[in-house]
């Protein structure tokens, strides 16, 4: 089966700091691999995703790359804002399963 | 695009009375549906999937259960609640085969 082991939270960072979240999952096959996010309060959305190897998913300023060889989804930003205080949650997708299990989500906080 | 309904947004029970969160569906047919639980300070636990009407599968033994009536709604149940219930209920649906999940806002639950 999938599982998924994400970096322990929370983080605190300053405006503008780089930001990489790791994650590391182990899959049958060949999964598809996601980031989501939950804002305070609210459901999780879909930040980003990538279908196979060496496929990199990019929104709103966040990456990360669908690493096969280390089974890695690490999720990085450039210069974070306070807007992307929230939790952080990877996820690999089985191609064939119903199966959506998430990581236990990394809590991330920037501070102006 | 799909937009899930989820109500009540907060529910406040004493323990040993019984639930129902709901969930309802629109913009697509014959969806994937899930119900997940994230606790405080917790990561999600998937609880409950199904695949179509009267088909659903079970993630953790517990007290609670589900039900799906018609292909767009999604019953979450408990007959008695217990304060380990408490938490942040969130329903998605899967777009038959798009591999993608869409979450409801989410339904808070305290058990006192």
């Known amino acids: 089966g999938n599982s998924v082991t994400q970096m322990e939270g929370p983080v605190t960072l300053s405006e503008e700091a780089f930001l990489t979240i790791n994650c590391t999952y182990t899959?049958?096959?060949?999964?598809?691999l996601f980031w989501y996010v939950q804002y305070p309060g609210e459901g999780l959305q879909l930040l980003l995703k990538?279908?196979?190897?060496?496929d990199k998913g990019s929104n709103k300023g966040f990456e990360a790359t669908y690493r096969k060889e280390t089974t890695s989804f690490h999720l990085e930003k450039g210069s974070v804002q306070v807007s992307d205080s929230a939790v952080y949650f990877c996820?690999?997708?089985?191609?064939?399963?119903?199966?959506?299990?998430f990581g236990t989500g990394t809590s991330l906080t920037v501070i102006p | 695009s799909q937009t899930i309904h989820q109500w009540p947004a907060t529910l406040v029970q004493p323990v040993g009375s019984p639930l129902s969160l709901e969930c309802t569906v629109e913009?697509?047919?014959?969806?994937?549906l899930y119900w997940y639980r994230q606790a405080a300070g917790r990561g999600l636990q998937l609880l409950f999937y199904?695949?179509?009407?009267?088909?659903i599968s079970s993630e953790v033994p517990q007290n609670l259960s589900a039900s799906r009536p018609q292909d767009r709604q999604f019953i979450l149940s408990s007959k008695k609640l217990l304060l380990s219930d408490s938490g942040f209920y969130l329903c998605?649906?899967?777009?038959?085969?798009?591999?993608?999940?869409?979450f409801g806002a989410g339904s808070r639950l305290t058990v006192l």
């Open positions: 990538a279908t196979k190897a060496d």
């Open positions: 199904s695949v179509g009407i009267g088909q």
């Open positions: 996820a690999p997708i089985p191609y064939t399963g119903n199966q959506f299990y």
């Open positions: 998605a649906s899967e777009r038959s085969g798009a591999n993608v999940l869409t």
């Open positions: 913009g697509t047919s014959n969806p994937n």
């Open positions: 899959a049958t096959g060949y999964p598809s």
